[in-house]
C-alpha cells in the first residue's frame, strides 16, 4: 500500500492523515497530526464470531507513551509504562462512547480499536487527535461501521474586561487554563453523539450556541476523512448470522411469535399500575417472563428454542416501554415525564468522619463522606504534560451489592474512574481557593442501590457531604440523568430522571450538573444514530428545572456549608514569608524542618511562593510550630531591643544570637559605656545579655548594641580609664574605621560574613 498523506487547515492549524505507513495488517490504520501532536489509530476485527454472548463486543483502548513527550517514567525501580493512568481511562471511554451507536449491534466478532500516541507537543491535546484518528481509521477499514464522525474541544476565553466572552476551537492547554468552558462534542453537523464538559456555570442558552459552534467547525474534518476513505477505504463486510437460512427463519418466526405476545401482556404485568420500585418491576418482569415460557410450552416450543426466546423478550419489553411513554405519556412507575422520583437527604450520618451524606432519588442511595488532609496530600500525577498536583480527588464505588449481584471484588474499573471523574467535574469550580481553604479533600461516594444514574447521586452527595465537612464551597451543585424516548421514525420525548427500563435502544444518558446559576460537567452517551439539537435544547431546559428541584431539597437539610470543621478534621494555619526566608526554614539538608515537625508532630509545607501550612489537630502545638517559623523568618528592624544568647567571642566584638539562627555583631565599641580592653571583660559564651539594633548595613549584617540598653551588670571601669559617653571614647588613640555604629569601632580582623 502507497504511503498518501491528506491535510486540511483546522482551527489555525494543520490537520494531516498519514496512511500506509504503519501498522499494516490491521483492518485499518492511520496516523493523525495536529500540530506537533502524533497518534496511531488502528482498528481490527476477529476472523471468528463469539459464541454464547448476545452483545456486541467492542474494545477501545489508549496508549498512553511517555516517549511521546521525551520523558522517562519518575519511579526509580518502574521505568515501563503500566496500568493505564486515569487520564488514559477517560479518553478511551470519551472515544469508546463516540464510537459505539454506529455499529450494527448484531456484529458478534471482536472489535479493537487501539489509539497510541507517539508524539505529543504538550500545546494539542491527544485526546481530540485520538478520536479524529479513531474515526479515520475505521472509515477505512472494512469494519462495519456507518460513520465517520469528527470531534472537537471548544472554549470560551473572557475578554481582558470581562465584557465578552469569545468561543475558541480546539483551545491549547495555556488557552484552557483561561477558558470557563471545556467542552468535547463528538458526531456531525447535523447530530450529536457525545457530550463530555466541564464548565464554571455556563447558562444552558450559552451551552446551545457552543455545541452549535462545534458542530459548525466538524465540517473540515469530515471532508478530509471522506477524501481518505475514497481515495484508500476497503469495501465494508456484509454482516451475517453464518447460519442455515431454514435456521434464520424458525428464529424470526420466533422472534415475531414473542413480540406479538409481549405487546399483547405487559400492560396487564407492567403498564396498569405504578410499579415504583426496581424489585416490584422486576417481579413483575419475572411473572411475565413465567408466563411466556408456559405459552411457549404450549406452543410446542422446545427448550433451547425457549431460551433463544428470552433473548427477543428484553428487547420486546423495552419496546414496549418507549412505545407507552410515545403514544401515552405514560411510565412504568406512574410517574410525569419530566417528574423526579422521591428524593432522601441524609447528613452528619458518622460520628467520627470529617463529613458524610446520604443522597437518595427513588432506588438510586449513595453515601458520600469527606476526608480533609494537609498540602502534602496531595495526590501528584504523572503523564504526557508536566507532574500535575491535585488537591480535590473524588473515589466512586460500585459494589455488586447495590445491584442485588454477586461477583468478586476486583478494585476500581473503567467504569468507577469515568463516573468518579464526573462528579469530580461537578463539584471542582465550586470549591474555594487554596489561600482560603488550604486542606486536600478527598471524597468517597459508596454506591449502596443503583437504579438509574448513581453518578448524579454521588455528585448530590459529594455537595451535601462538603457542607457537612465545613468546606466553604461557593455554591452547592446537584446532578440528573435525563433519557430519550425515541422509535426511529421522528417520534422522540425527553424523560426526566432515568431509570433501568427506560434506557434502552433509541435512548441516551444525558447526565447535567450544576449549581442554580449554571452548568458544571456534562456527560452524554445516546443510543441512537445521533441527536438532534431540538433534542438538546429540549434536554437542558428539562434538565435545569430538575436540577433546580433537588437543590431546593438539598437546601431544606443544609442550606450551606457548616461554619466549622469537625472536630476531628486536622486544622491548617497559613502563613506568608519570604521566599529568600525560605531555605532558613528547611535548613541545611531539610535539618530545621525536621527539628520543628519531630518537636511539635505538626506536618509542615512550603510552597515556592513562600506560602507555609502547618497542619496539626493539636492546636498548641501548631502555634507552636507558627511561632517558631516566626522567630526564624523575621526580619530585625533598628531600635529593636532582643534578649539574646551570647555565641561567639572574638577580638574585636562578640556575636549574640538574637534569632534562631539569626545572629548580629557587638563590637567592642558598644560593650560598655567605658573603654573596653578585652570582650572578655564584660561577656561570656553563652551569657544571655538585652542588646538593641542599631544598624543593618548595605551588606544585610546586623550591628548590635549593649551599652545603649539599660543593663547594669557592668563590671567596674579599669583603674585611670575615664569613662566615655555612649557613642564615643575617652582619652586615648581615636578609633579606626571599622564596624559599628556611625563608622565608629575598634580596629581589628575584618568581620566573617554569617
Known amino acids: 500500500m502507497a504511503i498518501q498523506k491528506f491535510s486540511t487547515e483546522w482551527g489555525g492549524r494543520e490537520l494531516t492523515i498519514e496512511t500506509g505507513r504503519l501498522a499494516k495488517q490491521t483492518n485499518g490504520s492511520c496516523t493523525v497530526q495536529y500540530g506537533g501532536t502524533v497518534v496511531l489509530a488502528t482498528a481490527v476485527i476477529s476472523k471468528s464470531l463469539r459464541e454464547g454472548i448476545d452483545y456486541f463486543p467492542l474494545m477501545v483502548d489508549f496508549e498512553e507513551k511517555l516517549y511521546a513527550a521525551g520523558k522517562i517514567k ?7 509504562e503500566t496500568r493505564p493512568s486515569d487520564d488514559a481511562i477517560l479518553t478511551a471511554r470519551l472515544i469508546d462512547r463516540s464510537l459505539r451507536p454506529l455499529f450494527d449491534e448484531r456484529i458478534r466478532n471482536d472489535v479493537q480499536v487501539i489509539l497510541t500516541t507517539l508524539s505529543f507537543d504538550t500545546e494539542n491535546d491527544v485526546d481530540i487527535v485520538s478520536l479524529v484518528a479513531a474515526s479515520a481509521a475505521l472509515a477505512i477499514s472494512d469494519i462495519p461501521w456507518d460513520g465517520p464522525i469528527a470531534g472537537v474541544r471548544v472554549g470560551q476565553i473572557p475578554s481582558d474586561d470581562g465584557t465578552k466572552k469569545e468561543w475558541v476551537l480546539n483551545p491549547t492547554y495555556d488557552a484552557r487554563a483561561k477558558s470557563v468552558l471545556d467542552l468535547v462534542v463528538a458526531g456531525t453537523p447535523e447530530k450529536v ?10 447558562d444552558e442558552p450559552s451551552m446551545v450556541e457552543a455545541i452549535r459552534f462545534g458542530q459548525k467547525h466538524m465540517r473540515s474534518v469530515l471532508d478530509l ?4 476513505q475514497k481515495a484508500m477505504g476497503a469495501q465494508k463486510r456484509v454482516i451475517t448470522d453464518e447460519e442455515d437460512p431454514t435456521v434464520r427463519e424458525e428464529k424470526l418466526a420466533l422472534k415475531n411469535l414473542v413480540n406479538a405476545w409481549v405487546e399483547e401482556h405487559v400492560r396487564a404485568h407492567l403498564l396498569d399500575g405504578k410499579k415504583l420500585s426496581k424489585t416490584e418491576r422486576k417481579e413483575a418482569l419475572e411473572v411475565l417472563k413465567t408466563s411466556l415460557e408456559l405459552y411457549l410450552q404450549e406452543n410446542s416450543i422446545g427448550k433451547d428454542k425457549r431460551k433463544t426466546a428470552f433473548g427477543f423478550f428484553e428487547k420486546a419489553v423495552e419496546r414496549e416501554v418507549t412505545r407507552a411513554i410515545l403514544e401515552e405519556g405514560k411510565r412504568v412507575d406512574g410517574r410525569a415525564l419530566d417528574e423526579i422520583r422521591p428524593l432522601g437527604v441524609e447528613v452528619g450520618l458518622l460520628p467520627r468522619t470529617h463529613g458524610s451524606a446520604v443522597f437518595s432519588r427513588g432506588d438510586t442511595q449513595v453515601l458520600s463522606v469527606v476526608t480533609l488532609g ?8 504523572e503523564g504526557l504534560e508536566d507532574e500535575e498536583k491535585k488537591r480535590y480527588m473524588h473515589h466512586y464505588n460500585f459494589p455488586p451489592y447495590s445491584v442485588g449481584e454477586v461477583s468478586p471484588l476486583r478494585g476500581a474499573g473503567r467504569r468507577e474512574v469515568g463516573h468518579g471523574m464526573l462528579a469530580e467535574k461537578a463539584l471542582v469550580p465550586m470549591l474555594p481557593n487554596k489561600e482560603t481553604f488550604p486542606y486536600v479533600v478527598r471524597v468517597v461516594s459508596e454506591v449502596l442501590s443503583s437504579n438509574g444514574s448513581s453518578s448524579m447521586g454521588s455528585t448530590c452527595g459529594s455537595s451535601l457531604a462538603l457542607m457537612d465537612a465545613g468546606v466553604p464551597i461557593k455554591k452547592p451543585v446537584a446532578g440528573i440523568a435525563m433519557g430519550l424516548a425515541s422509535d426511529g421514525t421522528g ?3 425527553v424523560i426526566t430522571d432515568l431509570q433501568d427500563l427506560e434506557d434502552g435502544r433509541g435512548g441516551m444518558d444525558f447526565k447535567i450538573a450544576g449549581t442554580a446559576d449554571g452548568i458544571t460537567a456534562i456527560q452524554l452517551d ?5 441527536l438532534a439539537m431540538e433534542i438538546v435544547e429540549q434536554t437542558f431546559t428539562q434538565g435545569r428545572d430538575a436540577r433546580l428541584r433537588i437543590l431546593e431539597a438539598m437546601a431544606a437539610v443544609i442550606p450551606a456549608p457548616r ?3 469537625s472536630q476531628y478534621a486536622p486544622r491548617i494555619i497559613t502563613l506568608r514569608i519570604k521566599p529568600d526566608m525560605i531555605r532558613v526554614v528547611i535548613g541545611p539538608g531539610g535539618k530545621m524542618i525536621n527539628e520543628i515537625i519531630d518537636k511539635t508532630g505538626v506536618d509542615m509545607d512550603i510552597e515556592d511562593d513562600g506560602l507555609v501550612f502547618i497542619t496539626s489537630t493539636n492546636a498548641e502545638k501548631a502555634q507552636e510550630a507558627v ?33 534562631p539562627r539569626q545572629e548580629g555583631l557587638v563590637h567592642i565599641s558598644e560593650l560598655a559605656p567605658y573603654r573596653v580592653n578585652r570582650v572578655e571583660d564584660i561577656v561570656k559564651i553563652g551569657q544571655t545579655i538585652p542588646v538593641k539594633v542599631i544598624e543593618i548595613d548595605d551588606m544585610g549584617r546586623t550591628n548590635l548594641s549593649l551599652k545603649q540598653t539599660d543593663y547594669k551588670d557592668y563590671p567596674p571601669a579599669p583603674t585611670g580609664g575615664e569613662q566615655a559617653p555612649h557613642g564615643g571614647f575617652g582619652g586615648g588613640r581615636p578609633p579606626r574605621r571599622g564596624f559599628g555604629g556611625n563608622g565608629g569601632g575598634h580596629g581589628g580582623p575584618r568581620r566573617p560574613r554569617f
Open 74 to 80: 519518575g519511579s526509580r525501580f518502574i521505568k515501563r
Open 193 to 202: 453523539l457525545m457530550i463530555e464538559a466541564g464548565a464554571h456555570e455556563v
Open 225 to 228: 476523512i471522506l477524501e481518505v
Open 374 to 381: 494537609s498540602p502534602s496530600d496531595e495526590q501528584i500525577i
Open 491 to 493: 417520534k422522540w420525548k
Open 526 to 530: 445516546t443510543k441512537t444514530s445521533g
Open 563 to 565: 461554619p466549622e470543621l
Open 627 to 659: 511561632e517558631w517559623v516566626k522567630r526564624l523568618t523575621r526580619e530585625v528592624v533598628v531600635g529593636e531591643i532582643f534578649e539574646g544568647k551570647v555565641t561567639r567571642i572574638m577580638e574585636f566584638g562578640a556575636f549574640v544570637e538574637i534569632l
